[in-house]
């Protein structure tokens, strides 16, 4: 089993970066897809990158050319990171985990808590 601790969430400027981490407990985190989803005030949680276990990774329209997402598997880890960001990116971002890749959010088996990014301008 496998449990997700995110960090790095906070406030920050319009064309700011960020970086989100997502810190896993398990054995097996080189097998596991990760990706990262973000739900919004008033709206469904929304798919945001993914990187599957062999390495490939995948984005949403609103975020290609922005945001990164990369892992260490040495060191269990997931990041996110994020650069010209905008005051729409504003959201509870989410990690989660999966033996199979997916861009919805059914198809993740493992979730953390949550961390609050907040854009301003």
């Known amino acids: 089993q496998v449990q997700l601790v995110e960090s790095g969430g906070g406030l920050v400027q319009a064309g700011g970066s960020l970086r989100l981490s997502c810190a896993a407990s398990?054995?097996?985190?080189?097998?596991?897809?990760m990706a990262w989803f973000r739900q919004a005030p008033g709206k469904d949680r929304e798919f945001v990158a993914a990187s599957w276990s062999g390495g490939r990774t995948y984005y949403a329209d609103s975020v290609k050319g922005r945001f990164t997402i990369s892992r260490d598997n040495a060191k269990n880890t997931v990041y996110l990171q994020m650069n010209s960001l905008k005051p729409e990116d504003t959201a509870v971002y989410y990690c989660a985990a999966a033996m199979g890749g997916s861009v919805i959010a059914k198809g993740y088996n493992y979730w953390g808590q949550g961390t609050q990014v907040t854009v301003s301008s």
């Open positions: 398990g054995r097996t985190f080189s097998s596991y897809a």
